[in-house]
């Protein structure tokens, strides 16, 4: 996340974006873990969970690590260190894809779909909102020149990540059979704040959130369209292949666990 108060063409007057996206994106690191930690106190996840869940957690927390680091090294003027993670973050996208495919998968295929979720949606919806994350970064990339664009575009790309940690802070079980969108859209709040803070200090809202809104819209949009197609039932009769549930209907929700 590169931003040192120079803009690029056609941008708003210079201010200290430096200090608000630091600030900002440190609170939706706290958000997002907090989700996580909340579930671990309450016993709802622990440590006898696959290897595979293991490696994705260490890679997407590692991730919520060098986004939240990225601000505070351009906010102290370590640009140099703020270049070499950069280069570290774009290859660690890579496992930020393996590992989303990997374990949106392997979920489905061992049927621990959350209950709350339909495990063919799931399946498609888990990874289009990771590519329109992923693409939101790779735009982030391309314009990391361009300093109005290039926070902003982290930001978004961070917030289409915040489904599963916001959605351990909400009511889940009572939000079927939108609880997937519900999760994603609610991590709009820090869009809502910082497009407000724009208008505040620059008089106009940047288009970047524009498409962070359009990008997390057109994720959760397309997902339904792929899970009620027939594309949607042949991945999901993929994935149960050879399981108790193969031949099973993908678009009904499971059973809740025993004693809830």
Not at 206 to 218: F, K, Q, S, T
Request: hydrophobic content about 60%; charged content about 10%; overall charge positive.
């Amino acid at each position: 996340m590169v931003t040192d108060g120079v803009v690029g063409a056609g941008a708003r007057p210079q201010v200290d974006d430096a200090g608000f996206f630091r600030t900002l994106a440190t609170v939706m690191a706290i958000v997002q873990v907090a989700g996580f930690a909340v579930h671990f106190a309450l016993g709802r996840s622990s440590f006898s969970a696959p290897l595979v869940i293991h490696a994705h957690a260490i890679v997407f927390m590692g991730w919520v690590a060098i986004f939240v680091i990225q601000p505070w090294l351009v906010k102290a003027g370590a640009m140099g260190y703020h270049r070499m993670l950069g280069r570290v973050a774009a290859v660690w996208a890579i496992g930020l894809l393996v590992m989303g495919l990997l374990v949106t998968w392997t979920t489905v295929h061992a049927g621990r779909t959350p209950f709350f979720f339909q495990p063919q949606h799931f399946l498609v919806a888990n990874p289009l909102t990771l590519l329109g994350a992923l693409g939101l970064l790779a735009a982030a990339i391309i314009l990391r020149k361009h300093h109005d664009w290039h926070p902003r575009l982290q930001i978004g790309s961070f917030v289409l990540l915040m489904g599963p940690g916001f959605g351990r802070l909400l009511p889940m079980p009572f939000l079927t059979p939108y609880a997937f969108e519900i999760a994603s859209l609610a991590a709009l709040v820090f869009v809502a704040v910082a497009a407000c803070r724009d208008a505040w200090v620059g008089n106009r809202v940047h288009p970047a959130w524009a498409w962070v809104v359009i990008v997390l819209l057109g994720s959760l949009l397309l997902a339904r369209i792929v899970a009620d197609a027939p594309l949607g039932q042949a991945l999901y009769d993929a994935a149960v292949s050879g399981t108790a549930a193969a031949g099973s209907d993908g678009m009904a929700f499971p059973p809740p666990p025993a004693g809830i």
